[in-house]
């Protein structure tokens, strides 16, 4: 999937709200990250705990340019859940985390600004 990030573009065209609620966008806590030695751009494996509904998922993440492994452990964030699994190299993504970004490419993470329970939906 191909997402443009000019902040100049217009927006995606319209959809319902029932499509919108389709998109399970929840918070997770992150309990352990790692370089991704294998992927082709600066990339993390994410270990995030989305509560008892959802449980501990892995996903990739090209955040290696602004993040660090360490500095991720504790840290909340959003990620859709929702979307099939997508293999990605060795590894099999199991949720997309969420991001913008900056204006030199790198993407930052999505996250609240309070802690809220893992597994909260977005809403």
Do not use: C
Not at 13 to 22: H, N, P, Q, S
Not at 35 to 60: N, Q, W
């Amino acid at each position: 999937m191909h997402v443009d990030q000019n902040a100049s573009t217009p927006p995606a065209d319209t959809i319902g709200f029932d499509d919108f609620l389709k998109v399970d966008i929840r918070v997770g806590t992150v309990v352990q990250a790692e370089p991704f030695e294998k992927a082709r751009k600066p990339s993390l494996v994410l270990h995030i705990d989305f509560g008892p509904g959802v449980g501990v998922k892995k996903t990739s993440a090209q955040i290696a340019s602004l993040y660090s492994a360490g500095d991720l452990v504790g840290r909340q964030l959003a990620a859709v859940v929702n979307f099939p699994p997508r293999q990605i190299g060795p590894l099999m993504s199991e949720v997309l985390t969420l991001g913008f970004a900056d204006a030199q490419g790198r993407v930052t993470l999505f996250s609240p600004d309070r802690p809220v329970p893992d597994g909260a939906r977005l809403l």
